[in-house]
């Protein structure tokens, strides 16, 4: 991957001024198991040391006149978010929170509607998703600055991708003949086609694959989304009129948002306006939609394998193996996905890739808590790993940011064992407070009232050991919080009672415009 500069101008930048809109919902089910729905395939560091959230973030950051970047994400994964962006140096416009999925038109709704009343109505946004690879940033960046042009006249820019292979799990973009300009005239949309009218796309020079991304005035896609999707606009207005400010959060009224109609942009907007045109990027796009993805990739052996971790392999070929913890070897196979994590493994042939969403959805119905969540669960306090658990116990390893601290609790069901590894805790239980260090331990009996916090200038690393009759997270009673709440929690749907999920809600953020 090309270096990256992550200088931005201000909100205000005056001039032509691009907002980067970065669409981070979704759960990237066929990258199971190591995407989960607590932390989806956008999250993941699958092509660089950053994540593809990351990698989107940072390649538009280079764009000239480019405003600090508006993320629209979901409510589970407000904390991934502001942890990403963090890490990477990168302070956000504000960060949209969707109270459910509702596909990309109410979400592209909010988001005009936001980069109007912050930046003007002529304001150009830049939709993206946030879980596609582009390998080439200059190109990239180069394309973006093309269709700006395009995109200050009022027209919709698409971003088309000259097709390699008879792709059928992606839609396509047929374009008019060349007229002199880089930007070329949309013809029709074409859904998804089978392999043979696939085929001929390949060998078409007038046909594109459709990137999901795009470019417009602010004015111009809400002008389009009233006269086109009125219903959807009405309660998308209403629901950013109502929302809530927390910090860098802008929490969407739920109502509101939830009455917007499920449709995609593409059917709300793109295949039925008339002022829209495609851009050529070659850019080296990919979508990242399924394993098959490393199949693209250089292969690290002789054999045509693609492997990531601890693997070995004999007499294999042409297999994507990934290890996250444990030695896989494979021998005398070929054409299989192999993916290890600590709790689930998947082993499929190639040609089935598509078909692990639906193995995703089957563990639903099992309601599996593989399908949710790993091992390691991040807070804006730090994380946790689950270590072991059963009926009556569960061991953990927590990692608490310096400075950083838990609310002050109390459980009816459970007493807790904590040994420090690394680094000095504040420890508060009942009417005493107290440091622990390194090799230290102290034991909190059930009903006790408790307090956990790193004073110090490292992350401050613990075992923890949960023992007692009930251990479910909805066994908890908050008297204090940082963060602004306070009482009881109710577990998330199918989550077990011996492998619960501590909800921390965010640290302090930068403050977000509230919507005009």
């Known amino acids: 991957m090309d270096d990256y500069q992550t200088e931005t101008t201000s909100a205000r930048t005056p001039g032509r001024v691009i907002v980067p809109v970065i669409l981070a919902g979704g759960s990237g089910t066929r990258l199971w198991p190591l995407s989960r729905k607590q932390k989806p395939k956008q999250f993941l560091e699958l092509t660089s040391q950053h994540s593809l959230f990351q990698e989107t973030l940072l390649r538009s950051a280079g764009l000239s006149r480019v405003a600090a970047p508006m993320i629209v994400g979901s409510e589970p994964h407000r904390f991934l978010i502001s942890e990403q962006l963090e890490a990477i140096g990168i302070e956000p416009d504000c960060i949209v929170l969707e109270p459910e999925g509702r596909d990309t038109a109410p979400a592209v709704a909010i988001a005009a509607q936001q980069v109007a009343n912050r930046h003007g109505p002529d304001a150009i946004a830049l939709v993206m998703p946030a879980d596609h690879a582009v390998n080439d940033v200059d190109a990239f960046r180069a394309a973006v600055e093309s269709a700006m042009d395009v995109g200050e006249t009022g027209e919709i820019v698409t971003f088309g991708i000259k097709p390699t292979r008879p792709e059928t799990g992606y839609g396509y973009v047929r374009c008019l003949p060349t007229n002199g300009r880089a930007a070329r005239t949309v013809d029709a949309f074409?859904?998804?086609?089978?392999?043979?009218?696939?085929?001929?796309?390949?060998?078409?020079?007038?046909?594109?694959?459709?990137?999901?991304?795009?470019?417009?005035?602010?004015?111009?896609?809400?002008?389009?989304?009233?006269?086109?999707?009125?219903?959807?606009?009405?309660?998308?207005?209403?629901?950013?009129?109502?929302?809530?400010?927390?910090?860098?959060?802008?929490?969407?009224?739920?109502?509101?948002?939830?009455?917007?109609?499920?449709?995609?942009?593409?059917?709300?907007?793109?295949?039925?306006?008339?002022?829209?045109?495609?851009?050529?990027?070659?850019?080296?796009?990919?979508?990242?939609?399924?394993?098959?993805?490393?199949?693209?990739?250089?292969?690290?052996?002789?054999?045509?394998?693609?492997?990531?971790?601890?693997?070995?392999?004999?007499?294999?070929?042409?297999?994507?193996?990934?290890?996250?913890?444990?030695?896989?070897?494979?021998?005398?196979?070929?054409?299989?996905?192999?993916?290890?994590?600590?709790?689930?493994?998947?082993?499929?042939?190639?040609?089935?890739?598509?078909?692990?969403?639906?193995?995703?959805?089957?563990?639903?119905?099992?309601?599996?808590?593989?399908?949710?969540h790993r091992q390691r669960v991040y807070r804006p306090w730090g994380f946790y790993e689950s270590v072991a658990y059963g009926a009556r116990f569960q061991t953990k390893r927590i990692c608490v940011k310096p400075g950083a601290k838990l609310s002050l609790q109390m459980h009816h069901h459970r007493a807790e064992h904590w040994i420090i590894v690394q680094g000095t805790a504040i420890v508060t239980r009942n009417t005493e407070s107290f440091m622990l260090s390194e090799n230290e331990s102290t034991y909190i009996p059930i009903g006790s009232t408790h307090r956990l916090e790193n004073p110090g200038n490292i992350p401050l690393e613990l075992i923890e050991v949960r023992s007692g009759t009930y251990l479910g997270e909805d066994d908890i009673v908050r008297f204090d919080d940082v963060y602004g709440r306070a009482g009881g929690e109710t577990p998330p749907t199918a989550e077990p009672a011996q492998e619960p999920v501590e909800v921390e809600a965010a640290a302090q953020q930068p403050v977000a415009v509230a919507p005009a």
């Open 190 to 372: 074409v859904e998804k086609p089978d392999v043979e009218i696939a085929e001929t796309y390949v060998a078409d020079d007038a046909t594109y694959w459709n990137s999901g991304m795009f470019l417009f005035r602010a004015d111009r896609m809400l002008d389009d989304l009233e006269t086109l999707e009125p219903d959807l606009m009405q309660n998308a207005r209403r629901a950013l009129i109502n929302a809530e400010v927390d910090g860098a959060f802008l929490r969407l009224d739920a109502l509101a948002f939830k009455a917007c109609r499920s449709v995609s942009i593409d059917y709300a907007v793109m295949e039925r306006t008339d002022r829209i045109a495609l851009m050529p990027l070659d850019a080296g796009w990919d979508d990242v939609g399924a394993w098959t993805y490393l199949d693209r990739l250089p292969a690290d052996d002789d054999q045509g394998n693609r492997t990531r971790g601890d693997v070995q392999v004999l007499n294999a070929h042409d297999n994507i193996v990934h290890s996250t913890k444990r030695l896989v070897a494979l021998s005398g196979v070929s054409d299989l996905i192999v993916v290890e994590t600590a709790d689930a493994v998947l082993i499929a042939h190639k040609h089935d890739a598509q078909s692990v969403k639906q193995l995703v959805k089957q563990l639903e119905q099992l309601e599996r808590p593989e399908v949710e």
